[in-house]
């Protein structure tokens, strides 16, 4: 199998994984799927709803679920880019015993699980989270300063999907009048 198919096929298992898992929930909660304008580096799965973000990605490579519930921020790199940042973060790396189809399903289910709570308490932990993200780990050396200064430097003030130049909004509600 080359890398190319093995990659498609990974990628085909999470997005199948994440649409049974994750979008009944997201929908629920009043989400909506936003792609990013083209050229920019966004979160693979990236929803909004009332300027809360939610975004997931899967890299098969180094076997690493990254899921994010905050606000959308600008991030400054060679690329243009977007991250989000807030009261939620599921990071995950995947040993290499692990069948990955078991551990991005029990990842999934495990933050399906905890959105509902994590957007209930948004609000009351959104600035919290965001101080902390900000704050540089205690014992850092100065290799440490330098490089955590210079990511803060990148990050922009937060985003709204209106300014957002570009991005489409997919999976919009419809309104079907009986008349």
């Not at 199948?16 to 009043?30: D, K, R, S, T």
């Not at 990071?91 to 551990?103: C, G, H, K, P």
């Not at 210079?150 to 309104?175: M, N, Q, V, Y």
Request: aromatic share 12%.
């Amino acid at each position: 199998m080359t890398e190319e198919t093995y990659a498609a096929q990974q990628e085909r298992k999470f997005s199948e994984a994440f649409h049974e898992l994750l979008e009944p929930v997201l929908a629920e909660q009043g989400f909506r799927r936003v792609l990013p304008p083209r050229g920019w580096f966004a979160p693979a799965k990236l929803f909004e709803s009332q300027n809360r973000w939610f975004g997931a990605s899967w890299d098969w490579r180094d076997r690493v679920l990254d899921v994010d519930l905050g606000r959308l921020f600008q991030y400054h790199d060679v690329f243009p880019r977007v991250i989000i940042q807030g009261p939620m973060k599921h990071y995950r790396v995947a040993s290499s015993e692990q069948a990955v189809d078991e551990f991005v399903v029990r990842q999934l289910s495990e933050v399906a699980a905890l959105l509902p709570a994590a957007l209930e308490s948004f609000d009351a932990k959104l600035d919290e989270s965001l101080r902390e993200a900000r704050t540089l780990p205690t014992g850092s050396n100065k290799k440490t300063r330098r490089i955590f200064a210079e990511h803060l430097s990148r990050i922009d003030k937060p985003l709204r999907i209106a300014e957002w130049t570009g991005c489409r909004i997919i999976g919009r509600r419809r309104w079907w009048w009986p008349f």
